[in-house]
């Protein structure tokens, strides 16, 4: 059986792009698709359930502060920060990763830095990256580990830029990347209200529910956006992290 072709829309134009892995280690749907449940796994030992994204502070500030108002700012966050930010990016990696473009690559690792707005934020950004770094290197799946032809992660990678890669390597198509990014941080957000607001376990799945169509719909939006268009609009979420900062008593890092 071939292998899979899926298609990318970006700049307007219509491409292919093959979701095989660099070493040709991983073979398969099925395979592809254990490596993505791998990925967004909770039990993933990076860290990111130490990181609540401004979250944390939202419900200390009262804007966030029951099972509605929750799932309005999480709708707000996905639209507006990650369908335009790194939903779109996390494709254009992957597809920079396939071909070996290690400048693209470069380029949108500096660009996904340039626009975490606090120092928590991009705190998270470098460390869940570097955990992730890290666990590919224990795992022997770093690009020097598979290929001495394909580029090097760049120094300090952030977190999307390894997801990139590990995505690439497990032969993930980069919309079920994109959808499974997605995923893991809707559920990582829902882990923190259900520490932090409290939020019961019922009430994170009907927001589970109410907001699994949006990943889906802010896939496809992401998917046909031109690079001009892309850039978070959080100031709320920017806010909250800031403030997060010097909030008397906190659970997490972010």
């Known amino acids: 059986m071939g292998t899979p072709m899926i ?4 700049m307007g134009i219509t491409m292919p792009t093959e979701a095989t892995p660099v070493s040709g280690l991983e073979q398969g749907s099925d395979l592809a698709l254990l490596g993505l449940l791998q990925l967004v796994s909770p039990a993933l030992p990076i860290g990111a359930f130490a990181f609540s994204q401004g979250l944390e502070s939202a419900f200390e500030l009262g804007w966030a502060h029951d099972e509605t108002s929750l799932g309005s700012w999480l709708a707000g966050v996905l639209d507006d920060g990650l369908t335009r930010c790194e939903l779109p990016v996390l494709v254009r990696l992957q597809r920079a990763w396939a071909a070996g473009d290690g400048e693209a690559i470069a380029q949108w690792d500096c660009w996904l830095a340039a626009n975490r ?5 991009a705190a998270e950004d470098s460390r869940l990256g570097a955990s992730l770094t890290r666990l590919l290197g224990s795992l022997g799946l770093l690009p020097s580990d598979l290929s001495s032809e394909a580029p090097a992660l760049p120094a300090g990678a952030g977190y999307v830029t390894v997801f990139a890669w590990a995505a690439q390597v ?8 994109m959808l499974g990014f997605a995923w893991a941080w809707l559920e990582n957000q829902l882990a923190v209200a259900c520490k932090a607001l409290p939020l019961g376990h019922t009430a994170a799945q009907r927001l589970v529910e109410r907001l699994r169509p949006s990943l889906v719909a802010a896939v496809d939006e992401a998917l046909a956006l031109e690079d001009e268009e892309l850039g978070p609009a959080l100031p709320g979420l920017a806010l909250a992290s800031a403030l997060h900062e010097t909030q ?3 659970l997490f890092r972010s």
């Open 170 to 177: 497990r032969g993930v198509a980069p919309r079920q990347a």
């Open 248 to 250: 008397y008593s906190r």
């Open 117 to 121: 707005e606090t120092a928590e934020l």
């Open 7 to 10: 298609t990318v829309t970006t």
